[in-house]
């Protein structure tokens, strides 16, 4: 199965700063078709996961502009321009290429200072 | 409005089987390319995939823990049941469902709020 890792595990941000969370994949992700099957995910704390970001760079609906999502192969990246209090939680990079099955990263848990 | 909400036990015992049922609103498992999917997360754990049913009855599993589960739907009902059998401690969690369209890149776009289920004596 494919493994994502996330780095930062743990991301203290100054509200109003940028963040950036790092997603590695063991293989890389590019489907046969030429898609890229990787999304990202928050959770706020006692909340259902939410999807933010899908085939790396697309937001979802509703998601504000200062979400944005890069990468290729194996590497990805979600960045998030400026913190707001809303965006505490634990965020996740999800996979699909090689599915089944589905995998997720460890999850990066944002905070602030 | 798509909604989608899990139930089942909150409270199962060593060795029994668990079965949660997932209903939903605002879509059909009838429609071509519409998938939902079962995850569930440990106390202070990351998620983890289970399974997937898709609207053509085609159905995945995890790897580790395929020969427990069970996925069917009722599409007349609009429901979704996931049985895993031989339950243990270690599969204390939360579990929800959530819609896939394919559309969204195979991503789970829409999630219930999830079921608590503990395993214990």
């Known amino acids: 199965d494919v493994v994502l890792t996330q780095t930062p595990l743990y991301s203290p941000v100054t509200l109003g700063q940028p963040a950036s969370i790092s997603c590695r994949s063991s293989?890389?992700?590019?489907?046969?078709?030429?898609?890229?099957?990787l999304s990202w995910l928050h959770q706020r704390p006692g909340q259902p996961p939410r999807l933010l970001i899908y085939?790396?760079?697309n937001r979802f609906s509703g998601v504000p502009d200062r979400f944005s999502g890069s990468g290729a192969g194996t590497d990805f990246t979600l960045n998030i321009t400026r913190v707001e209090p809303d965006d505490v939680g634990v965020y996740y990079c999800?996979?699909?290429?090689?599915?089944?099955?589905?995998?997720f990263g460890q999850g990066t848990k944002l905070e602030i200072k | 409005q798509v909604t989608l909400r899990e139930s089942g036990p909150a409270l199962v015992k060593p060795t029994q089987t668990l079965i949660l049922t997932c209903t939903f609103s605002?879509?059909?498992?009838?429609?071509?390319?519409?998938?939902v999917s079962w995850s569930r997360q440990p106390p202070g754990k990351a998620l983890e995939w289970l399974a997937r049913?898709?609207?053509?009855?085609?159905?995945f599993y995890s790897t580790s823990l395929k020969t427990r589960l069970t996925i069917s739907k009722d599409t007349s009902k609009n429901q979704v049941v996931l049985t895993m059998t031989n339950m243990d401690p270690v599969d204390t969690a939360t579990y929800y469902c959530?819609?896939?369209?394919?559309?969204?890149?195979?991503?789970?776009?829409?999630w219930g709020q999830g079921t608590t289920v503990t395993v214990s004596s």
């Open positions: 959530a819609r896939i369209p394919v559309g969204f890149g195979y991503s789970m776009d829409i």
């Open positions: 605002g879509f059909s498992l009838d429609t071509t390319n519409m998938c």
């Open positions: 049913i898709d609207w053509d009855d085609d159905k």
């Open positions: 293989q890389s992700l590019v489907h046969s078709n030429g898609n890229t099957y």
């Open positions: 085939k790396i760079s």
């Open positions: 999800l996979q699909a290429t090689h599915f089944p099955p589905y995998t």
